[in-house]
């Protein structure tokens, strides 16, 4: 691609909605995993016998097993949801602006 089309390209407003809204959305994802992790890291260091009790009676699990354990899944289903929304939305909106560099182009 030419330098001409790549100018093309970020002209185009559909790619300043896709800058915007995939910025919008992977700072929240990341605001939300930040926010877990260092609100968990601060429970360690503040309130660290909160996380050693046993999630019920008799159990071998500890609270902060359990935190971890959802913290871990939670952190998965966060990067699912960014990539199927990268695979669909964003990608189409991708598409659509080389479809219309490339006829532009022409």
Known sequence: ?????Y???RANPKFQDLVARR???AWTLAFIVLAMFYG???VVAFN???LGQPV???SRWTVGVAVELFMFIFFWGLTALYV???NTEFD???QEIVKEAWKDQK
């Open 1 to 5: 691609m030419s330098s001409a089309m």
């Open 7 to 9: 100018e093309r390209m």
């Open 23 to 25: 910025g919008r959305f």
């Open 40 to 42: 968990f890291v601060m």
């Open 48 to 50: 660290p016998t909160a």
């Open 56 to 58: 019920a009676e008799g």
């Open 84 to 86: 199927k929304r990268a």
């Open 92 to 94: 189409a909106l991708t």
